[in-house]
């Protein structure tokens, strides 16, 4: 594979894959129902417990500079059988992670055009079970055709669209914790439990106590998912031992304090108990009669979700490049493109595969499929140091 990324694009790639979904959404469903105000404390206790997965994975990145991730250090420490399993794993992981971000960029823009692109394809292709989405999201399926189509031409110019969503994300972010401390009310972090509805908590910071921040940090560690692509495309790295676990200490880093400013300004901005869990940044501002801003926020989560959407298809080619090079799956899955120097065949498959689970299954189903997946690999992982150590 042709080594061309630096410091600064593993970064933005590990940024970008990590602050999708859970800036523009979690932040405000955990706060309504699971923590409260306090949901700033459960996403400080998910980055420390993602920090310790980071370790791992730097330290194997640093070892072990191979396309692969997880896949290529368990094979290294405990053997081609478990190897086997976490790789497929990990290919159930990216599917799952790429439909189900396209899935949410598809329900954004369907959100922003008045919910007329959904309703069109109800009528014309609906899915009559309860199994699978009510329509077939055509939009999802080409978005994520398109953007593998990009892949397959390089991962340098891939990398450029990357950097661009991504510093798109993070201005929309300081945008945010700006405009949310300017509107910030000390009053809603110490609402008395009479003011507060049934069902939602005893008020104040706590609310819903100690046990829901925790409940919160657990929903919280999944927004953290995503700085393993970082690893994935360690062959691609000009110099992996450095850049590598620089990077990923660095992405885990900004992005908790993204995740923390936000979190805590939404819950100053407007009461818990009243955030909506589908478009919580938007909602807020629209409260507090900042309309154009509601309005940039959601034009901006689009570059946010399109940066997830590299960010989650960008390891799953070279996850099955890397099981295919070992003979554990159909060599011609290891084919490197000599003109592209990318892994063409594995690409168009895992693109084609990702497009086709988008446009038939929900979101909710989606993301709980992958959250077994994800815990695997990096207790697997944490496993293996152990093993190289000890």
């Not at 055009?113 to 077939?136: G, K």
């Not at 692509?229 to 360690?234: F, K, L, M, Y």
């Not at 589908?278 to 399109?306: C, H, M, R």
């Not at 063409?344 to 084609?352: E, H, L, M, P």
Request: hydrophobic residues 55%; aromatic residues 14%; charged residues 10%.
């Amino acid at each position: 594979l042709a080594k061309v990324l630096n410091t600064f694009d593993l970064t933005l790639l590990g940024i970008g894959s990590t602050l999708g979904v859970g800036i523009y959404v979690l932040a405000g469903s955990v706060a309504l129902d699971t923590a409260g105000p306090a949901v700033c404390l459960s996403f400080m206790v998910a980055a420390i417990a993602s920090a310790f997965a980071a370790m791992s994975y730097a330290e194997f990145g640093a070892r072990v500079p191979k396309a692969g991730s997880a896949y290529i250090y368990t094979y290294v420490t405990v053997g081609e059988f478990i190897a086997f399993v976490i790789g497929w794993n990990l290919i159930l992981e990216y599917l799952i992670a790429t439909a189900s971000v396209a899935r949410a960029f598809s329900a954004n823009l369907d959100a922003l055009t008045n919910y007329t692109m959904s309703a069109a394809f109800l009528e014309t292709f609906p899915l009559h079970s309860d199994a699978l989405s009510p329509y077939v999201d055509f939009f999802c399926m080409a978005i994520t055709l398109a953007l593998a189509v990009l892949l397959a031409l390089g991962v340098r110019s891939s990398a450029i669209f990357t950097n661009i969503f991504t510093f798109v994300n993070i201005t929309i972010v300081i945008f945010v914790i700006i405009g949310g401390s300017i509107n910030a009310d000390p009053k809603n972090w110490r609402i008395p439990a009479e003011e507060v509805p049934e069902g939602y908590g005893k008020g104040g910071f706590f609310p819903y106590g100690f046990s829901g921040v925790m409940a919160g940090a657990a929903k919280c560690f999944f927004a953290f998912v995503g700085f393993d692509s970082i690893a994935s495309t360690g062959e691609e790295a000009k110099n992996a031992k450095k850049s590598i676990p620089f990077s990923i200490n660095l992405t885990l880093l900004i992005v908790f304090f993204a995740y923390f400013g936000v979190s805590t300004v939404i819950t100053l901005m407007w009461p818990y108990y009243l955030q909506d869990p589908n478009i919580p940044l938007v909602y807020a501002f629209e409260q507090i009669g900042w309309d154009i801003a509601a309005k940039t926020i959601s034009y901006g989560s689009l570059f946010g979700l399109a940066a997830s959407l590299l960010g989650a298809m960008i390891p799953l080619p070279r996850v099955i490049y890397a099981i295919a090079k070992d003979g554990l799956m159909f060599r011609f899955l290891a084919k490197i493109n000599p003109r592209f120097q990318t892994p063409v065949i594995a690409t168009a498959v895992s693109g084609v595969m990702a497009a086709i689970l988008g446009a038939i299954f929900d979101l909710n189903s989606l993301v709980d499929m992958m959250s077994i997946g994800t815990l695997l690999a990096y207790t697997l992982v944490a496993v293996s140091v152990l093993i190289l150590r000890y």
